[in-house]
């Protein structure tokens, strides 16, 4: 009896490998997109990536929030710490990463204030809180999952070859490390398990969630890679 059902169990597509499966399309684009190209042969502008960082900072700030408010709603406590932790080491880790990057491309205060949020970073971010804010928790974290996959499995591909421009290389490490591999099968696991609690209506919409960020994330590049502006 047990291994029948640990079997079908075995068999069983998690709700993570079917938005995975149908985000592929997307998150393909993203590894042949021109901005990934050149950050891998070192050819991308400088320009183009301090164009990127300033905006990934709005992204970075309300990543964190994020995590802070869905963890508030949910109680499980594993998932909670983990949540926490996450908020807590994204200003910690990432974001000392990223200051270090702006002193080395001299991108002042004063550049990052006035530097408005751009259309698509706007979106990504409305798009996040809508889905907690609108929705549910398990959509929300659901729409935070390809942040950290996509930038894991794009780290894992451009780690083998690397690349000339050091601050790219840093860039690259980043998403490639065991810490941050660790801490993507957890998000994946989280998602699977708030998955499992839900029925088919919401687990609909959390793969939608998912999609929909995969497409913001697709399109943060071409956003950086064409200096999007407003008008
Ligand atoms: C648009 C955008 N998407 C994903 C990341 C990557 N990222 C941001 S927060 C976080 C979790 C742990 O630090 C990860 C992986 C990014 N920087 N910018």
New binding site residues.
């Given amino acids: 009896m047990i291994s029948v059902y640990l079997k079908r169990r075995k068999n069983m597509v998690s709700i993570t490998q079917k938005m995975h499966q149908q985000a592929a399309p997307l998150w393909q684009e993203s590894f042949d997109h021109p901005f990934i190209k050149e950050l891998a042969s070192g050819s991308l502008p400088t320009d183009t990536f301090r164009y990127y960082l300033k905006q ?1 900072r709005y ?2 700030e309300n ?1 964190g929030d994020l995590h802070q408010q869905i963890a508030d709603h949910l109680s499980d406590a594993s998932i909670k710490q983990f949540l926490y932790d ?1 908020a807590q ?2 200003h910690d ?2 974001a000392t990463i990223r200051r270090e990057f702006f002193q080395e491309l001299s991108i002042t205060t004063d550049e990052i204030k006035t530097t408005p949020i751009a259309p698509n970073a706007y979106n ?1 971010v409305s798009h996040m809180y809508h889905e907690l804010n609108e929705g549910s928790p398990a959509r929300a974290a659901a729409a935070l999952l390809p ?2 996959w ?3 499995e794009i780290g894992k591909k451009l780690v083998k070859n690397g690349s000339p421009v050091k601050i790219y290389q840093q860039f690259i490490n980043t ?1 490639d490390s065991n810490g ?1 591999t660790d ?1 993507t099968n957890q998000m994946i696991n989280i998602v699977d398990k708030l998955g499992e609690q839900a029925d088919p209506d919401e687990k609909q919409k959390m793969n939608t969630a998912f999609i929909r960020s995969s497409y913001y ?1 697709l399109h ?1 590049w071409g956003m950086a890679y064409n200096h999007q502006k407003w008008a």
């Fill in positions: 990934d992204y970075l990543f996450g080491g994204l880790d990432e990504y942040c950290y996509l930038y894991n998403y941050f801490a994330e943060f």
